[in-house]
């Protein structure tokens, strides 16, 4: 006699293929986790069934975007939906309780004068094409804001310094244009928050960016201090070395001590948080099709938590407020992540960590019956 199947296989698979693919069109790449959750209440518990395997046949159908299919690849790679199947890796309470007091500081940042001044500067920049910002970020990878020297006369009040040095971009009915970063002007004030960005202060521990350099070595991350526009705080971006780095971060090296870690803790959850992509031992998940409001967001707030377990307070609510979407939180960003990854970044400041092991990949499972 013929057992009887208790869990048919693949009744789902199609809803469950539909509802990721939607989520993925509307750039959400959320914890496996978050995924599951979100398939068990829009489609029923028993879709849990077919999770994987719709997974799986994403992370190789070439019709999927490669960022969609390295996103569905890492999260199966890394264990992360096994952990969540298996109904592990529960949501940090304490970490989400401190991302709603950052969201509601920065709620309330909005209606602030100081918002409303910062955002009418920003306002006021032209929209210039995407390859010539491409052009400026080739020419000054430090530069901020940048404008003509006429814009910044007439629209901002401030005059070229004496040995401005100017960069070339490409012009409508011009073969170039000479733009100039805000750090070769002077004159009317800029903004509170521009003048203070990223500015952390309280009890500081050198010994925290010290055991943080050391853990971002053993996984691979460069950090640098150099020297930055007045304007941007740092950056993270991928090694040029691949043979021995596998992310590089720069830090503004004027910022005092405890604004650097504030600083290096924002640059690195963009590598954890994988916005930059995943590594190819699987370290860190593969999410580089979110907006860019949503992985400000994500980051900052992972800042933030980890500067406030340790006593600091910063600038994170300004930041954030920039970013809201009309004063909500963007659909994109991951919570569970967000926890998660601020909980790794701390124990990069406290502990001298081991070097992380390769994540094995996976393999087709049997459905069970």
Request: aromatic share 10%.
């Amino acid at each position: 006699m013929e057992q009887m199947n208790l869990f048919p296989t693949h009744v789902f698979f199609d809803q469950v293929w539909r509802f990721i693919l939607n989520a993925l069109a509307r750039h959400q790449q959320p914890s496996a986790r978050e995924l599951l959750e979100a398939v068990e209440k829009n489609i029923g518990l028993e879709a849990r069934w077919d999770f994987r395997a719709v997974l799986l046949r994403m992370s190789q159908d070439k019709d999927l975007t490669g960022a969609d299919r390295r996103y569905c690849q890492s999260i199966l790679e890394d264990g992360s939906v096994d952990a969540a199947l298996r109904g592990e890796d529960a949501p940090d309470e304490e970490a989400l309780s401190t991302i709603d007091a950052l969201l509601h500081q920065s709620q309330v940042y909005r209606a602030s004068e100081s918002f409303q001044e910062m955002i009418d500067f920003m306002g006021r920049f032209r929209n210039y094409a995407p390859y010539n910002n491409m052009l400026v970020r080739l020419q000054n990878p430090a530069c901020g804001f940048y404008a003509t020297a006429y814009d910044w006369r007439h629209r901002f009040e401030r005059a070229l310094k004496e040995d401005a040095r100017p960069m070339i971009i490409l012009a409508p009915m011009h073969p170039v244009m000479l733009v100039y970063d805000v750090d070769q002007t002077e004159g009317k004030e800029l903004p509170k928050e521009l003048r203070e960005f990223s500015r952390f202060e309280g009890k500081w521990n050198p010994d925290w960016m010290k055991r943080m350099l050391e853990n971002a070595n053993r996984h691979g991350i460069r950090v640098q201090f150099k020297t930055l526009s007045s304007t941007n705080s740092g950056f993270a971006t991928l090694s040029r070395d691949v043979g021995k780095w596998k992310m590089r971060i720069v830090v503004h090296g004027k910022l005092d001590s405890p604004s650097r870690f504030g600083v290096l803790c924002h640059e690195m959850a963009h590598v954890l948080l994988g916005h930059l992509g995943s590594d190819f031992d699987h370290w860190w998940p593969s999410r580089s099709n979110l907006d860019r409001h949503s992985v400000e967001v994500e980051a900052e707030s992972v800042a933030f938590i980890v500067a406030n377990r340790l006593g600091l307070q910063g600038t994170s609510a300004a930041y954030v407020s920039r970013h809201l979407v009309e004063g909500r939180v963007p659909e994109g960003v991951s919570l569970d992540l967000i926890g998660k990854v601020a909980g790794k970044i701390e124990r990069m400041a406290m502990f001298t960590l081991p070097k992380p092991k390769p994540k094995k990949k996976p393999t087709a499972k049997k459905q069970t019956r």
